[in-house]
């Protein structure tokens, strides 16, 4: 979940950084600025178009620093949304593009350190983020910027419960800044908090009242929050009331901020200090709240990824619509070339000629025949696999779940009809989700109330053994199976273990339904399963000795 008040305070940062280093700066090539410009232009707003336009620069752009900036931001709109690893992917990649020689690229390089750092630091590995930081403090000389990160370094050492460090930080700061000033507000709040939990029995309360005192005078909502969440831990003990009294400021000030971060931090702190009845309400607030971030979280981690594919994609159909035009301009030349010759042959020997096309023609044909014949089979193999078994899927996912997502539905039905569009083509499409992730929706998508799909050993080191065929492949081979079940076994419970042993990948499937009894009659569906094993050089197994339910085996070499 994006806060746009917070991300603007991180852009100030960056700014800042920047700022520092302008004379330095070469200028952005026009033709990549005006996107540069137009995802800085979404930032405070629609972080998520933003990141759609970055992407698009760092997709295009030939200018290193360009890119470097275009993945600084990218990864700033990361971590706000939640996804402090896909920040740190970012972040990393702005790294590759910049040079720690060139007086250039420090501010950017300041920039991406302080937020390796503020990634780590949300990751909880504070030893990282102090050394990301001591980067970002050694790539800058403004004083100002030193301060803030400094004030960052210090907190890591806190959580480390590294006190003394972090008081000389702090003490350090205050030193430095203004009695007045934001900064000054922020380190005095930080170094009270840091000495009352190095000594229980420390006054914090005239430096937390003086701080907030400031931050009010300088209608710094931000910096009033953390206040009254300071104020809050400090009374818990000795004087309830006055905590419950902050925390209840502190929920207030988040609301008008939408932050939800700060809003779920004031409702735990109400949940523990609220009298009984008044607790209950704010408890069913804290964990409607904490399940509403968590999947506005996921669902952001899953867009930044989408829109990174599909960017991508573009680009990639971009390039083989170029191949394709230089293919067919190939094509028409070399026609021109055989009637030519052709022409040349008629007027050296007609009769010759006359013979040796109707041989010709004669092969074609049949050549031709041959292969309307093997693309017809193909074809209808990529129907069963991708377009009825594919459907099918979605109409379970609709039939079992009434509440399902308009927007999700819409997303498979939009898959399914770009891999129908290119049934007739060859190679595999390439997917965003690592396999075992795609197998593990794909099992997930037939469970229902009645009936229950356990999998295991369904893991990322399991499926390094075997290359994008075999999966695309097996993909399709396990679709079948399921889709057999659902039709026609009546099963209600389903189990399928993965593993691997002798250089081979096992997989093998259980259920509870009807079995198959007497001779197996394989329809299209089996055989093309059947045939897709033996192109991978593996078995099939059915045991059809069982009363009821059945057992497949299926085995193939691994990579």
């Given at each position: ?72 931001n ?45 990634t ?43 006190y ?21 507000a ?21 430096e ?77 607030k ?14 952001a ?26 293919e ?54 990529k129907?069963?696999d ?30 399914l ?55 695309d ?7 079948e ?69 059945l ?9």
């Amino acid at each position: 979940m994006i806060t746009s008040g917070k991300l603007s305070l991180r852009l100030g940062l960056c700014l800042l950084a920047l700022c520092s280093c302008r004379e330095a700066r070469r200028p952005l090539p026009k033709a990549n600025w005006d996107t540069y410009r137009k995802a800085y232009a979404f930032l405070a707003g629609h972080p998520d178009s933003a990141f759609y336009y970055f992407n698009e620069v760092v997709s295009a752009s030939k200018d290193s620093q360009q890119v470097a900036m275009a993945y600084t931001n990218m990864g700033m709109i990361q971590s706000e949304a939640g996804d402090d690893f896909g920040a740190q992917e970012s972040l990393l990649l702005s790294l590759r593009y910049l040079d720690e020689k060139d007086g250039k690229d420090h501010s950017s390089l300041v920039n991406d350190y302080n937020e390796l750092g503020m990634t780590s630091f949300n990751l909880r590995n504070y030893n990282a983020a102090i050394s990301f930081y001591d980067k970002a403090l050694s790539a800058t000389s403004d004083e100002q910027l030193k301060l803030v990160i400094l004030n960052n370094k210090a907190n890591a050492y806190r959580e480390l419960k590294a006190y003394g460090p972090a008081l000389n930080i702090y003490r350090t700061i205050t030193e430095k800044t203004g009695k007045d000033s934001a900064a000054y507000a922020r380190a005095l709040t930080n170094m009270a908090a840091t000495r009352w939990l190095s000594d229980p029995r420390y006054d914090a309360a005239p430096e937390l009242f003086k701080s907030l005192a400031i931050r009010m005078k300088q209608k710094d909502e931000w910096g009033q929050n953390s206040s009254f969440a300071h104020l809050a831990d400090y009374y818990a003990r000795s004087r309830p009331d006055s905590a419950l009294h902050y925390a209840r400021r502190l929920y207030l000030t988040a609301q008008r901020l939408q932050s939800p971060d700060n809003r779920l931090d004031a409702l735990e702190k109400l949940v523990r200090l609220a009298p009984p009845g008044e607790s209950r309400g704010y408890f069913v607030k804290y964990r409607a709240l904490g399940d509403s971030i968590q999947t506005a979280r996921n669902a952001a981690k899953n867009q930044f990824a989408l829109i990174r594919y599909n960017v991508q994609k573009e680009r990639a159909d971009k390039l083989k619509l170029q191949k394709d035009n230089t293919e067919k301009k190939y094509q028409i030349d070399r026609q021109r070339v055989i009637l030519l010759g052709t022409f040349a042959l008629i007027v050296l020997g007609a009769f010759f000629l006359r013979f040796w096309y109707r041989k010709r023609r004669q092969r074609l044909e049949l050549e031709a025949a041959n292969a309307i014949r093997e693309s017809e089979l193909k074809t209808s193999k990529k129907v069963h696999d991708v377009v009825a078994n594919g459907l099918y899927r979605i109409m379970k996912e609709v039939e079992n779940k009434p509440g399902i997502d308009k927007a999700v539905l819409l997303d498979s039905i939009d898959d399914l009809y770009e891999k129908s569009r290119d049934i007739s083509y060859e190679g595999q499409t390439p997917h965003s989700k690592p396999f075992h992730e795609r197998v593990a929706v794909m099992l997930n998508s037939f469970a229902t109330d009645e009936v229950r799909v356990l999998s295991a050993g369904n893991t990322e080191s399991l499926w390094e053994h075997t290359n994008p065929g075999q999966q695309d492949e097996l993909w399709h081979i396990l679709q079948e199976l399921m889709v057999n079940m659902r039709k026609h076994s009546g099963a209600a419970n389903v189990a399928i273990r993965f593993g691997t042993g002798n250089k081979k990948i096992d997989i093998h499937y259980t259920d509870d339904g009807t079995g198959i009894r007497g001779t197996l009659k394989k329809k299209n569906g089996l055989r093309n399963t059947g045939n897709r094993i033996s192109g991978m050089g593996g078995e099939l197994i059915f045991d059809t000795s069982q009363e009821k339910g059945l057992k497949i085996q299926i085995s193939f070499p691994a990579v």
